[in-house]
């Protein structure tokens, strides 16, 4: 089982500063990780996919890059809707699937 | 628009059983992987299981492995999870969600959960 380890698990952050969130893989998982974001009370939310790839409809704030086993989740200016948990999950050689434990980002 | 609607969670003793369902909508759904995914309180995200499009392949976490199963009926457009001998660290929200693709193992669309508490 691949382990996908995420830091820092909580993140203050002000809004218009930028956030920069690091998942680890214990493996590689070449370029088959996506991000997620989650907010209490409503579904998960895909971001992006194939390290750094977005998803339909997310803002060019977001943005992933690495490769191999770190990869990093970058968030160029925060908005208010930004503060969340945000996953990474990896979809390489599976199954099992995993996600990281996730880092909250909150308000400073 | 993609609709995934979660039911069948509650409060079931120890060793009981549930079904869970998910009715999907807005999209054909036999063409798609569907995964199970839960997330216990103030714990991060857990995968559960996936099965194919056609319901011929599925896949488990070693958490539920033979204890839950999972399967889905095309014709109705619907996703099930039967949770059998359950325990209190399976309590958890319960969420559905559409792979990209057959099955790629990520996910484009999730539901909203559905709670399942198992206690005493």
């Known amino acids: 089982e691949i382990v996908m380890t995420q830091s820092p698990a909580t993140l203050s952050v002000s809004p218009g500063e930028r956030a920069t969130l690091s998942c680890r893989a214990s493996?590689?998982?070449?370029?088959?990780l996506a991000w997620y974001q989650h907010k209490p009370g409503q579904a998960p939310r895909l971001l992006i996919y194939d390290v750094s790839t977005r998803a339909t409809g997310v803002p060019a704030r977001f943005s992933g890059s690495g490769s191999g086993t770190e990869f990093t989740l970058a968030i160029s200016s925060l908005q208010s809707e930004d503060f969340a948990v945000y996953y990474c999950?990896?979809?390489?050689?599976?199954?099992?699937?995993?996600f990281g434990g996730g880092t909250k980002v909150e308000l400073k | 628009q993609v609709q995934l609607v979660e039911s069948g969670g509650g409060v079931v003793q120890p060793g009981r059983s549930l079904r869970l369902s998910c009715a999907a909508s807005g999209f054909t759904f036999s063409r798609y992987g569907m995964h199970w995914v839960r997330q216990a309180p103030g714990k991060g995200l857990e995968w559960v299981a996936v099965?194919?499009?056609?319901?011929?392949?599925?896949y488990y976490g070693d958490s539920v492995k033979g204890r839950f199963t999972v399967s889905r009926d095309n014709s109705k457009n619907t996703l099930y999870l039967q949770t059998n001998s359950l325990r209190a660290e399976d309590t958890a929200v319960y969420y559905c969600?559409?792979?990209?693709?057959?099955?790629?193992?990520?996910?484009?669309?999730w539901g909203q959960g559905t709670l399942v508490t198992v206690s005493s």
């Open positions: 099965i194919s499009y056609d319901g011929t392949n599925k």
């Open positions: 999950q990896h979809y390489n050689n599976w199954p099992p699937l995993t």
């Open positions: 493996q590689s998982v070449d370029s088959d």
């Open positions: 969600a559409k792979d990209v693709n057959y099955g790629f193992g990520y996910f484009d669309y």
